[in-house]
Every structure is written in structure tokens, then in C-alpha cells.
């Protein structure tokens, strides 16, 4: 088994900064897949930005440019900084790892204000 503990989230207002980080626990490895995807009400839940345990990332054509996702092998941590931030970033943001099966965060809400 895999744990996942988020930290990071908060309001913030339009243009601002937030780093969100994922630290995996239990079972993780460094040969994982990890990825951030996020969730407005009413929405369906979206992938944000992913990247492999080579450093290969991938970004929504939403953030791209704005937000940059790195990982830290040796603390099994993974991390989302998000700049200029805007009110349509608001969502509940989920961490999520993926070797030998697929685990989820329990989500870190992100609000930003206009």
C-alpha cells in the first residue's frame, strides 16, 4: 500500500503563487508515475500535469507555461508550483501515484480569488 499526504493548498489572489506538494509513503518507490489533477464543482476531475520517474513531464494546455511539476526521488515527493495564478485554477487539487497500482491523495483545496 501507498500513502499520499498533501500539503500546500490555500486562497490566494488572481496572479499570485502556490506550491502544492505530494509525499508518498508505505510501498513508494522512485520508479513512479505521479501526477497532479484537479476538480471544480460541478466538474469532471482533469489532469493538471505529470511527470515520470525519468523527469519526462506533461502539462493541460490550461497550465502550461504557468505551472511547473518537479519531483524529488529521494523523498518520494512530488511538487506543483503554480504562478500567476487565475479565479479558474480554483479547485480541489489531488496527487496521484501510479507503479504496481493507483493511489490518490485525499486533495488540497486551492481557491483563488479575483
Known amino acids: 500500500q501507498v500513502q499520499l499526504a498533501e500539503s500546500g493548498g490555500g486562497l490566494v489572489q488572481a496572479g499570485g503563487s502556490l506550491r502544492l506538494s505530494c509525499t508518498a509513503s508505505?510501498?513508494?518507490?522512485?520508479?513512479?508515475?505521479m501526477s497532479w489533477y484537479r476538480q471544480a464543482p460541478g466538474k469532471e476531475r482533469e489532469l493538471v500535469a505529470i511527470?515520470?520517474?525519468?523527469?519526462?513531464?506533461n502539462y493541460a494546455d490550461s497550465v502550461r507555461g504557468r505551472f511547473t511539476i518537479s519531483r524529488d526521488n529521494a523523498k518520494n515527493t512530488v511538487y506543483l508550483q503554480m504562478d500567476s495564478l487565475k479565479p479558474e485554477d480554483t479547485a480541489t487539487y489531488y496527487c496521484?501515484?501510479?507503479?504496481?497500482?493507483?493511489?490518490w491523495g485525499q486533495g488540497t483545496q486551492v481557491t483563488v480569488s479575483s
Open positions: 496521484k501515484y501510479m507503479r504496481f497500482g493507483t493511489y
Open positions: 508505505g510501498s513508494a518507490s522512485s520508479g513512479s508515475v
Open positions: 511527470i515520470t520517474n525519468s523527469g519526462y513531464t
